[in-house]
């Protein structure tokens, strides 16, 4: 079946460095696409988005870039501060109608050393 | 920006009990969703929680464990029933605005299965 997956589980930063966290998928029919961060004790929280129709958006701080043709996403976080240090989520969802299941990708734990 | 609220926020529960959970959110959304994320992994969908009529259930989660209510476009419940030690988990529920795709997630439940 269809499956997100994230090819490293830790990743480990110095404040100030930017942070690259990479996101494979499987399901080329996958059209939307959700970076989320967790902090330990809470719910995820929405980062920032792309739909396939895009290769790069940008947020504050963050980039998302979507590369299709090897089914890859990444997050970038530029000058990474010690609050980012949490869990970051990739999700997809296939189909535009509202409603659409989303499969989550398995964590990175991020650390930001001081 | 809206306030999406969950009771308890943790519960240490005897095998064999059932609990409740709650999800408020603070303005009606088309979509409401419950999630089980178990310790250390990623989150995994239960249900969608369908206002007026009857749950939709991912694959591996039945009705008769955990049943969900939706009586309004902006309360729903979820029960985790006759409880064991495997169904200690985070449980979240999220939510979808009509035109977006995008879920937000509540801050979740910390269950503790005895």
């Known amino acids: 079946g269809e499956s997100v997956g994230l090819h490293l589980p830790t990743l480990s930063v110095q404040e100030g460095d930017n942070s690259i966290i990479n996101c494979a998928y499987s399901?080329?029919?996958?059209?939307?696409f959700i970076w989320y961060k967790q902090e330990s004790g809470k719910g995820p929280q929405f980062i920032i988005d792309i739909r396939s129709n895009m290769d790069k958006r940008q947020g504050q701080r963050v980039t998302v870039l979507l590369n299709k043709t090897v089914k890859h996403l990444s997050l970038q976080i530029a000058a990474t501060q010690p609050g980012d240090s949490a869990v970051y989520f990739c999700a997809e969802s296939s189909g535009l109608t509202s409603g659409s299941r989303l499969t989550f990708g398995e964590g990175t734990q991020l650390t930001v050393n001081p | 920006s809206a306030v999406i609220s969950q009771k308890p926020s943790r519960d240490i529960c005897q095998r064999g009990t059932s609990l409740t959970i709650q999800c408020q959110v603070d303005s009606q959304v088309t979509m409401m969703f419950w999630y089980r994320q178990q310790p250390g992994q990623s989150l995994t969908l239960i249900a969608t929680a369908n206002q007026g009529s009857e749950a939709t259930y991912e694959s591996g989660f039945v009705i008769d464990k955990f049943p969900i209510s939706r009586p309004n476009l902006t309360f729903s419940t979820l029960t985790v029933s006759n409880m064991s030690p495997e169904d200690s988990s985070i449980y979240l529920c999220?939510?979808?605005?009509?035109?977006?795709?995008?879920?937000?997630f509540g801050p979740g439940t910390r269950l503790t299965v005895l």
């Open positions: 999220s939510v979808e605005w009509m035109f977006t795709d995008t879920q937000y």
């Open positions: 399901n080329s029919a996958s059209d939307y």
